[in-house]
């Protein structure tokens, strides 16, 4: 089976800076594109960035809301992601989830989530 567990989140005040880790595992052959996405009380959940990894480089994206402020990053072994967290605000506040398009060791494709860790960011 196939694993997402985030860690890193917390309560920060306004301006300060987080990082996100996440770590997939288990029944793995590809993974090439992982995502962070969030959901603040009572609101939809949205993309926040996005990293895939190609040959030579990584593409990444990020929503317009956070530009400037968030990196996501893949770890050497393309299976952790990390999100560092500048100049945060109070709008940042929410529950992130680790998102990953996967194919596992038996040929088949799917979409996995992690539990969420929560993100309080105080005025």
């Known amino acids: 089976q196939v694993q997402l567990v985030e860690s890193g989140g917390g309560l920060v005040q306004a301006g300060g800076s987080l990082r996100l880790s996440c770590s997939a595992s288990?029944?793995?052959?590809?993974?090439?594109?992982m995502n962070w996405y969030r959901q603040a009380a009572g609101k939809q959940r949205e993309l926040v960035a996005r990293i895939i990894s190609g040959i030579s480089d990584d593409d990444t994206n990020y929503a317009d809301s956070v530009k400037g402020r968030f990196t996501i990053s893949r770890g050497n072994a393309k299976n952790t992601v990390y999100l560092q967290m500048n100049s945060l605000k109070p709008e940042d506040t929410g529950i992130y989830y680790c998102n990953a398009a996967i194919i596992t060791t038996s040929g088949f494709p799917g979409t996995y989530w992690g539990q969420g860790t929560q993100v309080t960011v105080s005025s």
């Open positions: 288990g029944s793995i052959r590809s993974l090439n594109t």
